[in-house]
């Protein structure tokens, strides 16, 4: 499911919050928490039902397996809360030389950095780092190293503009041909002549002090059968 404008509407907002607190609500339940008519509570459910956001089982009303993905994040996509942006930044090594981009885009447009990207939701940070070289790139590559992690706040004055979590990982490639990017211009830098000027002072740091850098990163799963949690595991 993609979040769609229809959620937003205050009457879907409020009815997709219920759930936050409760797996599964009846009709009446709903209709006296957010205080409307029943018909209109009946055209919201039947709209958040379309729309893939809810299903009905007997008499009860519960989210979708995929609208379920949005529950840890519903503050942050009705724009209640903004939180810091993950970012993988992966530094792209060929024999001597790293791979840069000259960004296009804002924020940081026309300055030189690693190629970065945000991780899917069904990912790793190994598999995550491969796959974003790869759309970027066209290069296929080995994954090396997970080196860093950082938190980069940009500030107007005294308010921030900008906050990420930067996770910095190192891959090899496996050849040196570079399809275009859309994003900007790739170039291949020999890793001695990086000089800060035009370098995302951020991603200049950490090429400096953490290029050479491997940290533990720990992955952990765990089942959850209809609230109830099983199976955690650390690999």
Do not use: C
């Not at 409020?14 to 055209?43: C, G, H, P, T, W």
């Amino acid at each position: 499911m993609k979040y769609k404008t229809g959620i937003a509407k205050k009457e879907r907002e409020q009815i997709f919050r219920l759930f936050l607190n409760d797996s599964k609500l009846k009709f009446n339940e709903i209709e006296k928490a957010i205080k409307i008519r029943s018909n209109m509570v009946s055209y919201h459910l039947d709209k958040m039902q379309e729309e893939g956001i809810l299903e009905k089982k007997q008499e009860y009303y519960q989210l979708t397996k995929d609208a379920e993905k949005y529950v840890p994040i519903f503050a942050n996509i009705i724009g209640k809360k903004l939180s810091p942006v993950p970012v993988i930044l992966v530094a792209v090594i060929n024999n001597n030389k790293i791979l840069m981009i000259k960004r296009n885009r804002r924020p940081y447009k026309n300055y030189w950095s690693m190629i970065g990207g945000k991780m899917l939701l069904d990912e790793d940070f190994k598999q995550a780092s491969l796959r974003i070289v790869k759309e970027k790139t066209g290069l296929d590559s080995e994954f090396i190293s997970f080196n860093s992690i950082m938190q980069e706040k940009v500030k107007t004055s005294n308010e921030v503009k900008h906050n990420f979590i930067l996770f910095f990982t190192k891959v090899k490639a496996n050849q040196d041909k570079l399809k275009h990017s859309e994003q900007g211009k790739l170039k291949w830098f020999n890793i001695e002549d990086l000089t800060q000027k035009e370098i995302i002072s951020s991603d200049y740091w950490l090429l400096k002090n953490k290029l050479s850098a491997d940290i533990e990163i720990l992955n952990a799963e765990m089942q959850d059968n209809e609230g109830l949690l099983s199976g955690f595991k650390v690999f």
